[in-house]
């Protein structure tokens, strides 16, 4: 039985979370505000925010090498999710050019091989692990939803294979026994529902309806959502999870109705566009409407014909802000790409996983993993593999890597303490409206 070396340290409140906001194309605008599993239907009970520890993974299994870094893409090519697996898989294939080009890992080309990871109403994802197991990969990457990760993290894990997670978001993973073999460039929904919090209480809503899909994401961030509404003074007067296979969502969506709040929230996937419909057929508001990463993105515009449908909502989004050069080059390998969302993490996991392995010296997965959380934080800076590599051949042991995807600073449990976040605002065309969009850095 795998035996947990990572310590915790559980707080009531999290001290020390800070909140800077700064506007996308618009420097008149200012800072915006200070800066799982629940009980079905109820969301009621507080979660015990877990303050971070830093220190390095040491996974007890031993692992094996071939020399040759290999890694098995487990992303959303199908299933509720899919729509988020374009820029994922678009980043993960850059990120594996560009190491490639500038010589691999320990001298020899990465092996990337994509896979899919489907939704929890399938076994896609099992199918994709055994088959990259039974090739010999050392990496795992994804996979996106966090309900899927958990039907294949003991598999890897017993495998002593590395899972990293560009999008993972449940807190369910900072305590997870998983030997020091998963890591994820997303951060916690800890965060994300302050950040979706202080946002409604700072549009001037008092109470709140929160519907979340029944999984481990959405039960989450329905927790600490309403956790961090409550704490600023808010009042959520309904907290549902529901079946995000059910033929219809009426039941939920008339309960929302009549409790006539101030604001709405849908955390949920590809099935949010029934629930919106069904929301504003029945009189609620677009600008009453949040949304979060799971939902949020021009996908979602696209199941709406009327033109100006969606403007006024708003979501919240892990995400730091894409330059153009990032996204003209993922653009270079998906030209066709509508969204980006989770393009940086993923391309950050696959450069950081590289730059571990070239400190590991080897591509067994044991070793890459002691040297993961080291990469992201307190060493010397570089913002590339070709830079960062250069330090290692120098004989820098101790990097810092700050990708696309912002700082990371990885704590002991393989996970980012400081994130950035994007709130987006659909325009008239019932896409977001980049000149609307402002980021804010959460910090634990």
Same mark, same amino acid.
């Given at each position: ?9 559980? !707080? *009531?409140? &999290? ?5 800077? +906001? =700064? ?8 800072? $915006? /505000? ?46 509720? !999710? *899919?729509? &988020? ?5 678009? +980043? =993960? ?8 080009? $500038? /010589? ?104 709140a309806a929160i519907l979340a ?30 079946d995000p296979q059910a033929q ?172 950035s976040f994007s709130i987006s ?20």
């Open positions: 039985m795998r035996q947990r070396r990572r310590s915790l340290r559980l !707080l *009531a409140i &999290l001290l020390g979370l800070s909140l800077f +906001a =700064a506007a996308c194309g618009d420097d008149d605008d200012t800072e $915006a /505000g200070d800066d799982t599993t629940e009980e079905e239907g109820g969301g009621s009970e507080e979660q015990a925010i877990p303050e971070p520890e830093f220190g390095e993974a040491s996974p007890e299994c031993e692992g094996e090498s071939d020399g040759v870094l290999k890694i098995g893409g487990l992303l959303p090519q199908t299933g509720n !999710l *899919a729509f &988020l697996g374009p820029p994922e898989e678009a +980043a =993960a294939q850059l990120a594996v050019n560009e190491i490639n080009a $500038a /010589g691999g890992v320990l001298g020899q080309p990465i092996e990337y091989t994509p896979g899919d990871s489907g939704d929890t109403s399938t076994d896609i994802a099992n199918q994709t692990v055994d088959r990259h197991l039974n090739e010999g990969v050392d990496v795992i990457l994804g996979a996106a939803s966090s309900g899927v990760s958990f039907t294949v993290i003991d598999k890897i894990v017993d495998a002593c294979k590395i899972q990293f997670s560009p999008a993972n978001t449940s807190p369910d993973f900072t305590t997870y026994d998983d030997d020091d073999l998963y890591f994820r460039t997303a951060p916690s929904d800890v965060l994300q529902g302050r950040v979706l919090a202080d946002l409604m209480i700072e549009d001037g809503h008092t109470t899909l029944q999984d481990p994401y959405g039960e989450g961030l329905l927790s600490f959502t309403r956790q961090w509404f409550e704490e600023a003074g808010g009042e959520v007067v309904v907290a549902e999870v529901y219809n969502f009426d039941a939920e969506i008339e309960e929302v109705v009549s409790a006539e709040s101030d604001a709405v929230v849908v955390i949920g996937f590809d099935e949010s566009s029934r629930i919106l419909t069904g929301l504003f057929e029945q009189g609620i508001q677009p600008d009453q409407v949040y949304l979060v990463d799971g939902n949020i993105g021009n996908a979602l515009g696209e199941d709406f014909t009327t033109e100006g449908a969606l403007v006024g909502v708003q979501g919240t989004q892990p995400a730091a802000e894409v330059t153009e050069e990032f996204r003209q080059a993922l653009l270079g390998v998906d030209p066709d790409l509508i969204d980006f969302s989770y393009g940086p993490e993923t391309y950050d996991a696959v450069v950081i996983t590289a730059l571990a392995a070239e400190l590991a010296g080897t591509d067994n997965p044991a070793e890459i993993a002691k040297h993961i959380n080291g990469v992201t934080r307190e060493g010397e800076k570089c913002t590339s593999f070709v830079e960062c590599k250069q330090l290692i051949d120098a004989g820098t042991t101790d990097i810092d890597y700050d990708g696309p995807s912002g700082p990371q600073e990885f704590s002991i449990q393989g996970e980012p303490t400081e994130a605002t659909y325009g008239p065309d019932n896409r977001i409206d980049p000149s609307q969009t402002v980021y804010r850095t959460a910090s634990l």
